[in-house]
């Protein structure tokens, strides 16, 4: 089976701007999670999607967004980009709840100027 | 205090030596716990997940739960430089989420 994937692999944007990150799950899994990493927090938790729906959601503000669709793709946007939203972006995806094994992409780097 | 928490090292280990991690959290109800190892600039990988009491071996690789007290530790035996690494530990906490500790930088010396 085809592993986590996510596009793109590295963004450059500018303060203000928005962005959008695409992540597509291992086949037959259910359960998106997205996550932000940085050097200073660590992995944090965004937001978690399970058959089309936000089931939970991190502390972060409503620039924050996500969705999912019916073939478990998720996408997550963040709008009017701050500097200190530079970071790495895991997107991990698991069979049912993500309680279960959370399987990770290889990550969206995001770099904002 | 934070739900899952992780000494962030590094510890130091020599190479063939055993590594010792250890984790403590905070939820009481939370049932199962994972460690991942994240090689620098790379994603985290699962390395075993435990949801009993007791130790779970696969390789080289020993993952200890105890729930009374609150602890995961995993033990990593004959240590090699390629396991120089960050272990992040992560436990399922309130409202079914998966929280992790800021993980522990692993040295390996030859």
């Known amino acids: 089976k085809a592993g986590v994937t996510q596009t793109p692999r590295y963004l450059i944007k500018t303060r203000g701007q928005q962005v959008t990150l695409s992540c597509s799950p291992i086949s037959g899994h259910r359960s998106v999670s997205w996550y932000q990493q940085t050097p200073g927090q660590g992995l944090q938790f965004l937001f978690e999607y399970f058959s089309e729906t936000q089931r939970n959601k991190g502390n972060f503000p409503g620039r924050f967004s996500g969705r999912q669709f019916s073939n478990s793709r998720s996408e997550m946007n963040v709008s009017t980009l701050e500097l200190g939203d530079s970071a790495l972006y895991l997107c991990a995806s698991s069979p049912g709840p993500p309680t279960e094994t959370q399987y990770f992409g290889p990550g969206t780097r995001l770099l904002v100027l | 205090q934070k739900e899952v928490e992780q000494n962030s090292g590094p510890l130091s280990v020599p190479e063939g030596a055993i590594a010792s991690l250890n984790c403590t959290y905070s939820d009481r109800g939370s049932q199962s716990f994972f460690w991942y190892r994240q090689y620098s600039g790379k994603s985290p990988e699962l390395i075993m997940f435990?949801?009993?009491?007791g130790d779970k071996e696969d390789g080289r690789f020993t993952a200890q739960l105890n729930k009374a007290s609150q602890y995961v530790s995993l033990l990593i035996r004959d240590s090699q430089p390629s396991d120089s690494a960050t272990y992040l530990c992560?436990?399922?906490?309130?409202?079914?989420?998966?929280?992790f500790g800021g993980g522990t930088r692993v040295l390996v010396k030859p």
């Open positions: 435990i949801y009993s009491n």
């Open positions: 992560a436990g399922t906490t309130a409202g079914n989420k998966l929280t």
